[in-house]
């Protein structure tokens, strides 16, 4: 029984010995040095996380890495850098993370926000560049636009005075109302908006956005929640479900409009 165990525990030894060894010389921007087990730098991200990050980029430069949960990222706070990056070495930096929320709302990571870089994103980009934004359909879409500015302008001096005023939740509610006005023709945010399918809609939008970038856990700690906390996976596959009869019940009411 012990000779059985003791060979598998040796390979796994080497295994991981090797892994440390290939990390160790990698030419890897710099990184702080306390690493947790399992959730590696985690334990650093703070709210608000941009003062966060100014605050290493000052300690440990313009480029450093992190290591969160199983996944390994790298910061770029200069604008030199994310030029480089995004201009001159582009295609090596287009792919997307694979995060769950990819899977479950981005349809299997085949949309154009979630889909490797290749054949099929390069086919939704010129789709996108000839459908949606082409000169033609911009300037078409120009007024809602406009409208949706003019009211979010007109809210916040009405309702500011001298006090501070929240902005950030207002300037994502006039975003997806011009979406979804470019789309469907509806506004589903406002105080004069009201309707069961609007709140309806709200709160998908609520739910997608909490699962939604950096602040789903799963996504860097795979393994344990995805052992531990199965109900994670199992909320985005019905909020996926939900998000899909949404967007099939448009595009079945546009079909009705058009015939």
Known sequence: MEATLLLPICLLVLVLKHVLSRRRKLNLPPSPLLKLPIIGHLYLLKHPLQRTLANLSTKYGPVFSLQLGTRFVVVVSSSSTVEECFTINDVV???????????????????????????????????????????????????????????????????????????????????????????????????????????????????????????????????????????????????????DALLQGLVDEHRRDKS
């Open 93 to 243: 930096f287009a792919n997307r993370p694979c995060l769950m929320i990819g899977k479950y709302i981005g349809y299997n990571y085949t949309t154009v926000a979630g889909s490797p870089y290749g054949g099929h994103w390069r086919n939704l980009r010129r789709i996108c560049g000839l459908e949606i934004l082409s000169t033609n359909c911009l300037n078409n879409f120009q007024p809602i636009r406009q409208h949706e500015i003019k009211l979010l302008v007109h809210r916040v001096f009405h309702k500011s005075g001298d006090s501070p005023f929240e902005l950030k939740s207002k300037l994502f509610q006039m975003s997806y109302n011009i979406i979804m006005r470019m789309v469907a023709g509806k506004r589903y945010y406002g105080e004069e908006v009201d309707s069961e399918e609007a709140n309806h809609f709200r709160k998908l939008m609520e739910e997608v956005n909490s699962y939604g970038g950096a602040s789903n856990p799963a996504d860097f700690m795979p393994a344990i929640f995805l052992l531990f906390f199965k109900s994670t996976e199992n909320k985005l596959a019905k909020l996926g479900k939900k998000m």
